[in-house]
Each structure stands twice: as C-alpha cells, then as structure tokens.
C-alpha cells in the first residue's frame, strides 16, 4: 500500500509540475477516488486532505529547487568569499629556484649577461619591451619594471648559481574579479627546460591561489609564439581562444592566445607538479624520468 501511495504522490506531484489546471483537477480527482476506495477498505488510514498536503508541500519543494536550478542556469553559480588579495613584494622560496621581488642593484648584472645585447636580442622577440642592446637602456628597464605595481615584477634565481636568470610578473590584477595573470615572462638560455623554470611557474600559480585567493589564473602570448602556448598547456594551463587584433606590438598587429587555470582545478595541477619536480622523478644526470602530464587541458 505505501508504494501505491508514494506512487499516486509522485503522479499528483509530476501533474502539478507539467499538467493544465484541468489536468492537475483530473488526476486529483482520480486520485481523491482511489484514496477513498482504499480508505473504505482499511488500508489507509490517512485522510486526503493530509495526503493533499503533503503533495502540495512536495510540489513547492520541487518548484523551489526548480528555481535554483533555474537561476544557476541563466545566471552563473553562487560565489561566496571576499575578494582576493593583492601579491606583496615577497619571496617564494623553491628547491630549485627562489621568485623574488626583482632588484636592478641585485640582479641587473646577472640579467644583463644572460639576456642583454646582440647575442640575445630573440629572447625580446615576443615581449612588450626590448631588445636591449646598451646597458644604460637595461638598467632603465629594470627600474622602471620594479617600481611597477601592475605588472609586479619578480627575478628567478637559480639555486644552482644563486644568479638570477630570468624574470615574471604578476599583471592584470583584479583582486574583486579574483582574476590574475601570470605573464612578461623572460626566460635566459639558463633557466630554459630546467627544473628551476617549471618551479618558478609552480610557486607562484600555488602563491596566487593558495595564499591570495584567485580563482582564475590567466595566461596569455602572441598567437604566433608557439614556445610559450606549448609551455601553457604543459603547465596546465586550458586554451579557450584567440583574440584577433588583441594589441599593436612594437609596432605589429598581435592576436593573443589565451589560457586559464582555475582554483577547483588547482588541487590536481598542484599535485602534479609535485609528482614532476620530485628527486626521484630524476635520474643520476638529471634527466626527467616522467614529463609533466596535467592531462587533456
């Protein structure tokens, strides 16, 4: 008898639901004679205005989750918490590589060697900024890269050397939107394919979810650059599209690439990167064992 009942609820339920007013009046009429038809038997005991009752209440409870679902669809998920944090100048120390706040007077003899005049003018082919041919044009460079607050600049110091070899920033803040960029990303023919490289971008995607509070993490480069789209989807990074016409580039038209993280795929991609920069993913000579493998991004 209890299945026949929550049948006949489930019945009146989908009626109120889907069906026209006479449709709901029809099969609460059917439903009203076989209630009696069972009551005049003694096998319930409940009367129909209970029983209406309770699939009313059943409908509204239906109607209300209906109506999240609703909302959700139209317009986006719930998001609670407050807004991120803005980076502090602050250092992430690595095993191999320490990410600190970037210096001229500490580090702009090590970066002038590694990436200033003639010889490594490509390293500049892609960024804002460069080539640096004279040293005077570098220093001011750097002075300028970091008194900058958005971009926030921050040298790559290899363990190895305790030489800075390249440099990161943090760019495209929206501490409200929870949206930061990762990005005027210089790497020396020292920092290239080494561990230090993929530590640095480690540390701080882990920095800027972990410690600040970002849920999207963004990456973007010169759709022609096909180095850093690799790197991005290497590092776990997701491509959602191109930007054509995005900016005027010294000069050149760009169209930009871009690329996302976010904070409920941090959990994963963290992990990874810890399974890939382990000792025993190494070998005597230093080779990787495994490649950093985030999956299908």
Avoid at 162 to 184: K, L, N, S, W
Avoid at 278 to 290: C, H, I, L, S
Wanted: with cysteine; aromatic share 12%.
């Amino acid at each position: 008898m209890q299945l026949v009942q929550d049948f006949v609820e489930l019945l009146v339920g989908a009626a109120f639901l889907v069906g026209s007013a006479g449709r709901r009046d029809r099969v609460l009429a059917k439903c009203r004679s076989a209630h009696q038809h069972e009551k005049d038997k003694g096998r319930s005991h409940r009367s129909f205005d209970s029983f209406h009752s309770k699939v009313y209440r059943h409908f509204c409870a239906i109607q209300f989750r209906k109506m999240i679902q609703s909302e959700t669809r139209t317009l986006g998920a719930p998001v609670a918490g407050d807004a991120a944090r803005l980076p502090d100048r602050i250092v992430l120390e690595g095993v191999y590589v320490t990410v600190e706040p970037l210096c001229p007077v500490k580090h702009g003899d090590s970066l002038w060697e590694s990436s200033g005049g003639i010889a490594n003018q490509d390293l500049w082919r892609y960024l804002h900024s460069g080539p640096f041919v004279e040293r005077t044009a570098f220093d001011a460079y750097l002075e300028a890269k970091a008194a900058s607050d958005d971009p926030k600049y921050f040298a790559l110091v290899d363990h190895t050397t305790g030489r800075a070899t390249g440099h990161a920033a943090y760019m495209r803040i929206d501490p409200g939107q929870r949206v930061i960029e990762v990005g005027a990303i210089l790497y020396t023919s020292l920092l290239r394919k080494t561990r230090a490289a993929t530590e640095a971008m480690y540390l701080m995607a882990r920095h800027a979810f972990g410690d600040l509070g970002y849920r999207r993490y963004e990456w973007k480069c010169n759709v022609l650059n096909d180095a850093s789209q690799s790197a991005a989807r290497r590092l776990g990074f997701s491509f959602e599209g191109v930007f054509r016409q995005h900016m005027i580039v010294k000069g050149r038209s760009r169209d930009t690439a871009w690329f996302s993280m976010l904070d409920y795929e941090w959990d994963s991609r963290k992990r990874e990167f810890q399974r890939w920069l382990a000792p025993e993913n190494f070998d005597e000579t230093g080779r990787q064992k495994t490649r950093l493998n985030h999956g299908s991004v």
